[in-house]
């Protein structure tokens, strides 16, 4: 496996992971180093086990074997909570925004800002549009309203309303799945802006796409993965799309 001695830290480091869905083994040992502060992707196949290791890094799964550290120490992450309060959110495909929202409910969902005393509170409209435009104005947009509903927006507006929402609250990683699957040329730019934008801040970013010139486009490093293992790992700018593809297909030596 390709060494990453010549990267930057790593603030996460896999170990030995392994899970297991009854006698389906999804993931076999997988051992991987994520680059504090770049864009990292993880291409393979369906099947596999990008999106179980994802599930495994944000809290969703439970490993069956092996171990996760953040920025250096062994963590065990629970719950999506678990994952948030280390710094680490999940951006999927379905952006888990709701529609009947507005941008700044949908940015404080969960984490209201109220004022007055128990049990006469009520909801300080005034300081959370002051932060959700904070929020926004961290990944560049300025053009979304705050006031207006999520239903009524474009793909890549509810994904930087998404990213928004990590970006946040604090995030330290930020993990996309298929950040462009659903979206035409131009949203699809606007993402990458964005992601691109994220990394100028420090932001490690990761990335589950099966869009290769996407993939080299953005990402620093990419990790291939084969049949529930992380095979190799390439630098982007080292390698072809076609390198890709032979590595995935195993035409290609690890």
């Not at 099947?47 to 065990?76: D, M, N, R, W």
């Not at 979304?144 to 928004?164: C, F, H, N, P």
């Amino acid at each position: 496996m390709t060494s990453m001695t010549n990267m930057p830290n790593n603030i996460i480091e896999i170990k030995g992971l392994e899970k297991h869905f009854g006698g389906v083994q999804a993931l076999k040992g997988v051992d991987m180093q994520i680059p504090q502060g770049q864009v990292t992707a993880i291409i393979g196949d369906n099947g596999a086990g990008k999106s179980t290791l994802i599930k495994c890094i944000s809290g969703i799964y439970e490993l069956t074997h092996g171990e996760i550290l953040f920025e250096g120490q062994p963590v065990k992450i629970g719950s999506p909570l678990a994952a948030r309060h280390l710094g680490i959110e999940t951006v999927y495909q379905d952006l888990a925004v709701l529609d009947t929202l507005s941008v700044t409910e949908n940015l404080y969902l969960s984490r209201e800002i109220r004022k007055g005393i128990w049990p006469f509170q009520l909801l300080n409209k005034k300081k959370m549009a002051q932060g959700a435009a904070e929020m926004m104005d961290r990944v560049g947009n300025k053009t979304i309203l705050i006031d207006k509903e999520i239903g009524y927006m474009s793909g890549g507006q509810r994904q930087a309303v998404a990213i928004s929402r990590a970006v946040g609250w604090g995030a330290k990683v930020i993990i996309f799945d298929e950040p462009t699957a659903a979206l035409g040329v131009k949203e699809s730019a606007e993402v990458a802006n964005l992601i691109q934008r994220l990394k100028g801040q420090g932001i490690t970013v990761i990335i589950i796409s099966h869009n290769f010139e996407e993939v080299l486009e953005l990402a620093d490093l990419v990790w291939i993965m084969r049949q529930g293992k992380a095979i190799a790992s390439r630098k982007a700018s080292e390698v072809s799309g076609r390198d890709l593809v032979a590595l995935l297909t195993g035409a290609e030596s690890a």
